[in-house]
């Protein structure tokens, strides 16, 4: 039980699809990320949250949209995903700036 | 940019034997924060380095911060297969006034019985 829980852990769509990535943290933090992993490549930031307002974009394509409603809960909406989107996406959580973060287990999404 | 360069890039070793993985920067850092994502699951925690040349031990792992806070290494003392892994080097982002973290891309192990 690692406290950020992630939902679905595994999920396939085509490019046309609209799906969304949940995320859960049962800490009481008050910032909340997604990250991007690919083989090969350090984990790249998409977003950050802190108490429910967006802190960071890091130049992430607009098919790509956050929502947290509240400092517990955040989700990735996805819609029109490229074949390069392809990845494990990582949501992670922690009491504030540049304090340890603690990850859930991911969402591993496959573009067809 | 604080590059984080990890190597090596990969390791594959038999039970028993001792392993170094190395985290460098041409950048300062004020802290530098270890990882290790198996295989299915998130990055875990191990530990969290501060001072200048500070040496902490987790049990069979050794982890050094150097004295100028550009580099860090981790070592292990006759690694068991539950030491396979995804070994991640992290530190904030001094630009950054909120602080974000950059991760090196990792160093995978494979431990052998």
């Known amino acids: 039980e690692t406290g950020v829980t992630q939902t679905p852990r595994h999920l396939v769509m085509g490019m046309t699809n609209k799906k969304s990535l949940k995320c859960e943290q049962h800490?009481?933090?008050?910032?909340m990320y997604w990250y991007k992993q690919s083989a090969k490549k350090p984990l790249e930031l998409m977003f950050v949250y802190n108490f429910k307002e967006q802190t960071e974009n890091n130049s992430v394509p607009s098919r790509f949209s956050p929502e947290c409603p509240n400092s517990s809960h955040l989700f990735l909406h996805l819609h029109t995903l490229q074949p390069e989107d392809s990845a494990l996406y990582l949501c992670a959580s922690s009491h504030g700036a540049r304090q340890p973060q603690h990850f859930g287990d991911g969402t591993r999404l496959s573009i067809l | 940019t604080q590059l984080l360069e990890q190597s090596p890039q990969f390791l594959s070793i038999q039970e028993g034997e001792n392993l170094t993985v190395y985290c460098n920067s041409s950048s300062v850092f004020s802290s530098l924060q270890w990882y290790r994502q198996e295989p299915g699951e998130g990055p875990v925690l191990l530990v969290t380095v501060v001072t200048g040349g500070e040496v902490k031990k987790l049990k069979r792992l050794t982890f050094q911060f150097g004295d100028a806070r550009k580099d860090s290494s981790l070592h292990i003392t006759a690694a068991q297969p539950g030491d396979t892994g995804l070994y991640l080097c992290?530190?904030?982002?001094?630009?950054?006034?909120?602080?974000?973290?950059?991760f090196g891309a990792g160093t995978q192990v494979v431990v052998t019985p």
């Open positions: 992290a530190g904030p982002v001094t630009t950054d006034s909120w602080g974000k973290l950059q």
């Open positions: 800490l009481g933090h008050n910032a």
